[in-house]
C-alpha cells in the first residue's frame, strides 16, 4: 500500500546502493541481489551473466544521470525492468524503470514505439511508501498534490522533474536520488592493444574536451586529459596517483610538461612525458609506448581516482594485468574506497582471495537464465573454518561451484 505524502521524505544524503531487481534483461530474467556491502565479488563461469549485473545497474543509472532514454542495452523486445533500492540516512529510496518496445509496420513505414514506465518512492520503516513521483503513459505525476505534465518518450522523469518543478518540495528528493545515481559507473577498462593517440594536448581542446568529453583521433588519450585535469585542479589527488602508480611498480614517473605559455602564463600546449618502470633509458615515452598491461592499470586507476564514483563497478581487472600486481591492487582500491561502494567481477584467484566470505556472489546459469546467490550459513561457516586452516578462499568457492 502506498500513501501519495511527500512532505515526510528527508534529503539526508544518499549513503549506498541496497538492493537491485532485474526483470528480463538480457539473461537476467529474475535477479534479485539485496545486502550490498561496501565491497562485493561477483564470481562465476565464462557466460554466466556476471556483465549483464553490472550493465543493468549502469543502464538504469545513465539514463537518470543523461536524462535521456537508451534503448538497445536491454537486449530484448520484451519489457525490461530494473529497480534499485538506495538507503538514505533513516529511509530507503525505491526507483523502478521499465521499457516495453513495440514494433509497428503500418502504410509501410516501420518504427519502434518505447513505452517508458517509471516510479521513485520512499519506503518509510513503517513499510508504506511515500510516492515521490510516477511515470506512466506519458504522464509524470508528482508528490502530495499530484502536480503532473506531460513526458516525452525518450525523456526521463528526473531531469523533467528538476527542469519543470524546481520549487516543489518532492524535487529536493529527487536531486538527491539524480546527484547519486550520477555517480555510478561500470569500468571494464577497453583498452585497444594499439593506440593512435598524440603526445601533445592543445590546452584549448583540453577545454573543449571538459565541456563535451569528446575526443578525436588526433587527441591524446582521455586517461592524459584526465589527470592533466587532475594536475590543474586538486594537485595533491594528482600527485597520489601517480605516487601510487610508483609504489605498485607500474612506472618510474610521469610528467606533464606546459608549453608555449601565453602573457597570462596560459600554456598553449601540455607534453606527456611517461617514464615506465622496466625501461632502460631515461628518455620519456609515449602512451602509445606503453604495453597493454601497464596501460590498463593506469586506467583502472585514473578512473578510480578521478571519477571518485560512488558506486565503481569494475570488470575483470586481472586481464593483461600480472597476477602478482593483484596482490597490491585491490587491497589498495579497497583501502581508499572509504564508503565509496567497490564490485567486482572476476575470475581471479588474487581478486578472489583480498574477499572476505561474506563479500562473495555466485553466479550461475541455470535453465538459461542468470541466478545469484550468497554463501549459505553452512557454507560461511564451512570457508571460515577452511581460511582458518590456511586454505585460499578461491579454492574453497571453486569447489562448492562444482
Same mark, same amino acid.
Given at each position: 500500500?502506498?500513501?501519495?505524502?511527500?512532505?515526510?521524505?528527508?534529503?539526508?544524503?544518499?549513503?549506498?546502493?541496497?538492493?537491485?531487481?532485474?526483470?528480463?534483461?538480457?539473461?537476467?530474467?529474475?535477479?534479485?541481489?539485496?545486502?550490498?556491502?561496501?565491497?562485493?565479488?561477483? @564470481?562465476?563461469?565464462? =557466460?554466466? =551473466?556476471? &556483465?549483464?549485473?553490472?550493465?543493468?545497474?549502469?543502464?538504469?543509472?545513465?539514463?537518470?544521470?543523461?536524462?535521456?532514454?537508451?534503448?538497445?542495452?536491454?537486449?530484448?523486445?520484451?519489457?525490461?525492468?530494473?529497480?534499485?533500492?538506495?538507503?538514505?540516512?533513516?529511509?530507503?529510496?525505491?526507483?523502478?524503470?521499465?521499457?516495453?518496445?513495440? $514494433?509497428?509496420?503500418?502504410? =509501410?513505414?516501420?518504427?519502434?514505439?518505447?513505452?517508458?514506465?517509471?516510479?521513485?518512492?520512499?519506503?518509510?520503516?513503517?513499510?508504506?511508501?511515500?510516492?515521490? $513521483?510516477?511515470?506512466?503513459?506519458?504522464?509524470?505525476?508528482?508528490?502530495?498534490?499530484?502536480?503532473?505534465?506531460?513526458?516525452?518518450?525518450?525523456?526521463?522523469?528526473?531531469?523533467?522533474?528538476?527542469?519543470?518543478?524546481?520549487?516543489? @518540495?518532492? &524535487?529536493?528528493?529527487?536531486?538527491?536520488?539524480?546527484?547519486?545515481?550520477?555517480?555510478?559507473?561500470?569500468?571494464?577498462?577497453?583498452?585497444?592493444?594499439?593506440?593512435? &593517440?598524440?603526445?601533445?594536448?592543445?590546452?584549448? +581542446?583540453?577545454?573543449?574536451?571538459?565541456?563535451? =568529453?569528446?575526443?578525436?583521433?588526433?587527441?591524446?588519450?582521455?586517461?592524459?586529459?584526465?589527470?592533466?585535469?587532475?594536475?590543474?585542479?586538486?594537485?595533491?589527488?594528482?600527485?597520489?596517483?601517480?605516487?601510487?602508480?610508483?609504489?605498485?611498480?607500474?612506472?618510474?614517473?610521469? %610528467?606533464?610538461?606546459?608549453?608555449?605559455?601565453?602573457?597570462?602564463?596560459?600554456?598553449?600546449?601540455?607534453?606527456?612525458?611517461?617514464?615506465?618502470?622496466?625501461?632502460?633509458?631515461?628518455?620519456?615515452?609515449?602512451?602509445? +609506448?606503453?604495453?597493454?598491461?601497464?596501460?590498463?592499470?593506469?586506467?583502472?586507476?585514473?578512473?578510480?581516482?578521478?571519477?571518485?564514483?560512488?558506486?565503481?563497478?569494475?570488470?575483470?581487472?586481472?586481464?593483461?594485468?600480472?597476477?602478482?600486481?593483484?596482490?597490491?591492487?585491490?587491497?589498495?582500491?579497497?583501502?581508499?574506497?572509504?564508503?565509496?561502494?567497490?564490485?567486482?567481477?572476476?575470475?581471479?584467484?588474487?581478486?578472489?582471495?583480498?574477499?572476505?566470505?561474506?563479500?562473495?556472489?555466485?553466479?550461475?546459469?541455470?535453465?538459461?537464465?542468470?541466478?545469484?546467490?550468497?554463501?549459505?550459513?553452512?557454507?560461511? %561457516?564451512?570457508?571460515? %573454518?577452511?581460511?582458518?586452516?590456511?586454505?585460499?578462499?578461491?579454492?574453497?568457492?571453486?569447489?562448492?561451484?562444482?
Amino acid at each position: 500500500m502506498a500513501r501519495v505524502i511527500c512532505k515526510s521524505c528527508d534529503t539526508t544524503k544518499v549513503i549506498m546502493l541496497k538492493k537491485i531487481y532485474i526483470e528480463k534483461f538480457r539473461s537476467c530474467e529474475n535477479v534479485e541481489i539485496s545486502d550490498f556491502s561496501n565491497f562485493l565479488v561477483f @564470481v562465476g563461469k565464462n =557466460g554466466v =551473466g556476471k &556483465t549483464n549485473i553490472f550493465r543493468a545497474i549502469a543502464w538504469a543509472a545513465k539514463q537518470v544521470k543523461t536524462g535521456e532514454l537508451s534503448e538497445e542495452e536491454p537486449g530484448s523486445i520484451y519489457p525490461a525492468a530494473v529497480s534499485l533500492e538506495l538507503q538514505v540516512g533513516g529511509k530507503t529510496l525505491v526507483y523502478k524503470v521499465g521499457l516495453r518496445t513495440e $514494433f509497428k509496420n503500418a502504410d =509501410g513505414s516501420p518504427e519502434f514505439l518505447y513505452h517508458l514506465e517509471e516510479s521513485l518512492s520512499a519506503r518509510l520503516q513503517d513499510g508504506l511508501e511515500d510516492r515521490i $513521483f510516477i511515470r506512466k503513459d506519458g504522464v509524470v505525476k508528482v508528490g502530495i498534490d499530484g502536480a503532473q505534465f506531460p513526458v516525452g518518450d525518450r525523456s526521463m522523469a528526473c531531469t523533467a522533474v528538476m527542469a519543470l518543478l524546481p520549487a516543489h @518540495v518532492a &524535487t529536493a528528493v529527487v536531486k538527491e536520488f539524480h546527484a547519486f545515481l550520477s555517480k555510478v559507473s561500470y569500468n571494464h577498462l577497453d583498452t585497444p592493444s594499439s593506440e593512435n &593517440t598524440s603526445r601533445f594536448a592543445l590546452h584549448q +581542446d583540453y577545454i573543449q574536451w571538459q565541456k563535451s =568529453g569528446e575526443l578525436s583521433n588526433s587527441d591524446p588519450s582521455q586517461v592524459e586529459l584526465m589527470l592533466l585535469d587532475m594536475q590543474l585542479k586538486n594537485k595533491d589527488k594528482f600527485d597520489e596517483v601517480i605516487s601510487l602508480l610508483s609504489h605498485v611498480g607500474i612506472i618510474k614517473s610521469f %610528467e606533464i610538461v606546459d608549453l608555449a605559455l601565453d602573457k597570462k602564463n596560459v600554456p598553449r600546449f601540455h607534453l606527456f612525458n611517461w617514464f615506465p618502470k622496466h625501461y632502460d633509458s631515461d628518455e620519456p615515452r609515449t602512451w602509445t +609506448d606503453l604495453s597493454f598491461g601497464t596501460r590498463r592499470l593506469i586506467k583502472l586507476f585514473v578512473n578510480f581516482f578521478y571519477q571518485d564514483d560512488a558506486v565503481f563497478m569494475l570488470e575483470q581487472p586481472e586481464d593483461g594485468i600480472h597476477s602478482g600486481l593483484l596482490h597490491q591492487i585491490i587491497p589498495m582500491l579497497r583501502a581508499y574506497a572509504d564508503g565509496r561502494q567497490l564490485f567486482v567481477a572476476t575470475h581471479s584467484p588474487e581478486v578472489m582471495n583480498a574477499s572476505d566470505p561474506e563479500e562473495v556472489r555466485i553466479v550461475d546459469f541455470v535453465g538459461n537464465r542468470t541466478s545469484v546467490r550468497q554463501l549459505s550459513a553452512n557454507e560461511l %561457516e564451512a570457508a571460515c %573454518e577452511y581460511l582458518r586452516s590456511d586454505g585460499p578462499l578461491f579454492n574453497f568457492v571453486s569447489m562448492i561451484e562444482g
